[in-house]
């Protein structure tokens, strides 16, 4: 289907999205902008990323989210140890949540032990509510379920799909999710009917292509399809020499060559990779929100830059031609 898409946007000039304007997550009733804050590197996870976030600059950034043009933000129990949520939390005590913001976290499983049971997973909503200083959320994700448990053990009774199910029938929770890497593993888990959005990451970027069969299932089903990374960890940021590894993990010297062919394409129209790797996941229209992680608030203005930038159609063509022909490489 992505070949088909890509064909189509060439008989026009492509016009980026608004990526303010709200549209349906789904069949949830939520709408959402079709970019998502996420909140990662608010957690101060400098072995991660290369950098600390403080306290002060991590709050200035979720008050900046709160009053800027995205109505998305993604965080998780498990992010810095829940500094995340911490961090969120601050702010949403002292502020609330304004009027049609969404607030999305995940469940995740004991640090310590690796539990993901039900019980598990129940503790891991309670916790995430208490440091939000909130008492409910709109959209809840299971969260990796693929280092843990396996599909049949996720959805067997007593385990922790079973444990989001009924805490979404009792209202502690508005919708369910899937959040993990695996493209056949979460289409298993969205061909259950129980999920209604499903975040998938670095499998559906300028680079790698992994995820259309997922997006596909996603699309054909009304689940809301959320693609996180699309910068890859950095490499489609700032290039692979500057950032050789890929999902923060080492890549395959052929993947560093294909991006660098996409920069030397984008240099070449004065287009920077950065906004061509964003706008690669706003201008599929199978895509329902696109994550991109900030740590500061200048980066929303940055975000609202490449996501605006003009891209000329026959950019697309040449990047297309540099990507590479085998997939797999993740999973």
């Known amino acids: 289907m992505a070949d088909d898409l890509t064909d189509d946007r060439r008989t026009a000039a492509y016009e980026p999205p608004d990526p303010a304007e709200r549209r349906a997550f789904g069949r949830t009733g939520l709408t959402v902008t079709p970019i998502c804050i996420g909140t990662s590197p608010l957690a101060s996870m400098p072995t991660l990323y290369g950098y600390a976030v403080d306290q002060e600059r991590a709050e200035a950034t979720v008050e900046a989210v709160l009053d800027g043009p995205f109505n998305f933000l993604d965080t998780s129990n498990n992010y810095g140890g829940g ?52 008492d409910h ?83 054909e089903r009304g689940v809301a399809f959320v693609n996180g990374a699309p910068y890859g960890g950095g490499m489609l940021v700032k290039g692979p020499d500057a950032q050789p590894r890929y999902a923060y993990r080492d890549t395959d010297e052929s993947v560093r060559d294909a991006v660098r062919a996409m920069k030397r394409a984008c240099d070449a129209h004065g287009v920077p990779l950065a906004a061509a790797a964003l706008q690669f996941s706003l201008r599929d229209p199978r895509v329902t929100s696109t994550i991109v992680g900030i740590s500061e608030p200048a980066r929303i203005a940055t975000t609202l830059d490449l996501a605006t930038t003009p891209i000329p159609p026959e950019l697309w063509d040449e990047l297309d031609q540099c990507t590479p022909a085998y997939g797999g490489w993740l999973d």
């Open 83 to 134: 500094s995340a949520e911490r961090r969120i939390g601050a702010v949403v005590r002292r502020r609330g949540v304004p009027d049609g913001f969404v607030l999305a976290t995940k469940a995740d499983a004991d640090p310590d032990s690796g539990d993901f049971s039900g019980e598990r997973v129940r503790r891991s909503v309670e916790e995430s509510l208490e440091r939000l200083g909130v």
């Open 137 to 219: 959320v709109p959209m809840m994700y299971l969260h990796d379920p693929e280092f843990h448990v396996t599909f049949e053990q996720a959805m067997a009774p007593g385990g922790p799909v079973e444990a989001l199910v009924e805490l979404r029938d009792a209202g502690v929770v508005g919708h369910l999710g899937i959040a993990g890497g695996p493209v056949e593993l979460m289409r298993r888990f969205v061909g259950t009917g129980v999920f209604e959005a499903v975040i998938n990451h670095n499998r559906w970027t300028l680079v790698n292509r992994e995820a259309d069969p997922l997006i596909d299932d996603a699309a």
